[in-house]
């Protein structure tokens, strides 16, 4: 039984490396019965359309700074950690350029091309990213999840993505202070921060017990919401847009970033969990970003529930190439 309260066939996450590729694919199945739940959950009229963002909400506030907290001060400092840590910012620079010159090459409207710049360079490293990391890895590959979306995912969406939105929304400069702000006081953010002061210390019993069983929240919640704000259609125009900006995302960057680390001849744990992290679906928040900036929503909502689906088939050969 694990701490949802939902009994499912889980391995020890300790064993998911030993016994490889099937284990691990038995590991997350239930993720997908979860999402599962959430697409039956919004045909019933108990719940709101506003469902899946208080869910989201939860994982925010409660959830995930909890598993920062239990699994930060755990990191081992080595010297690839640099790897989880700059990933990200390299493959947001590819990504986008490969997007603008996509965008030149096909003429694409504007707002289509904002909405690229958010969903095809951007991940789902949390949401998505920390259960398939857990599944795949198991617990001692996800502090390096949480590197890589925290420094990586997270500074992008807020430094990069309000960019983005400020220019192709039509909002105007993005405020740099609002962007600060928006920073230094985002719960998983602050939960790194007081994790990483607290390396070194042991949580007394009762506390770290009350982190553990609400950090184990994470992952029902989470997709749940997932499955609750699934959505499917786009308009015939952007189909083209929308395949290529999933193949950006989920094909060409994590391959070429695993090209590039074994040219360079940089391995280790936390480049396995990096480069895996790097073929993760669009980001859910850079999504609902786009969405409410009107950059081309139809395609937005369609590429993030598309590139969940696709992650239950393109994660696991990613994770047999590693």
Do not use: C
Not at 181 to 198: D, E, N, Q, S
């Amino acid at each position: 039984m694990d701490p949802s309260g939902i009994q499912t066939r889980w391995y020890p996450l300790s064993e998911l490396p030993r016994l490889g590729y099937p284990a691990a694919m038995e590991n997350v199945l239930p993720v997908l019965f979860l999402m599962a739940v959430g697409v039956g959950l919004r045909r019933l009229p108990a719940f709101p359309a506003t469902t899946g963002q208080s869910l989201n909400m939860f994982v925010v506030y409660v959830s995930l700074p909890a598993l920062v907290l239990v699994q930060v001060p755990k990191l081992e400092v080595s010297a690839d950690l640099w790897v989880p840590i700059a990933l990200p910012w390299v493959m947001l620079a590819v990504s986008a350029l490969a997007v603008l010159g996509l965008a030149r090459l096909f003429h694409w409207d504007r707002k289509v091309v904002g909405g690229l710049l958010l969903g095809a360079t951007l991940g789902n490293t949390s949401f998505l990213g920390i259960p398939f990391v857990q599944a795949f890895f198991g617990e001692a590959g996800v502090p390096y999840a949480v590197l890589y979306d925290q420094l990586g995912s997270f500074f992008a969406l807020a430094i990069y993505g309000a960019t983005v939105i400020a220019f192709y929304g039509g909002e105007g400069r993005p405020d740099a202070g609002k962007i600060l702000w928006r920073i230094v006081t985002f719960p998983p953010f602050l939960a790194m921060v007081a994790a990483f002061l607290l390396r070194g210390w042991t949580y007394p019993e009762p506390v770290a017990a009350a982190l553990e069983r609400i950090a184990g929240t994470l992952v029902p919640v989470v997709m749940v919401a997932v499955g609750f704000q699934l959505t499917l259609k786009v308009p015939k125009s952007q189909m083209l847009p929308l395949g290529l900006g999933l193949a950006i995302k989920m094909v060409a960057a994590p391959l070429l970033a695993l090209g590039a680390l074994t040219a360079l001849g940089v391995t280790g744990e936390a480049t396995r969990v990096a480069i895996f992290e790097a073929g993760m679906a669009p980001m859910i928040t850079a999504g609902a970003l786009a969405i409410a900036a009107g950059l081309a929503p139809e395609m937005m909502a369609a590429m993030v529930g598309l590139g969940i689906m696709m992650s239950f088939a393109t994660l696991p050969v990613l994770f047999s190439l590693l």
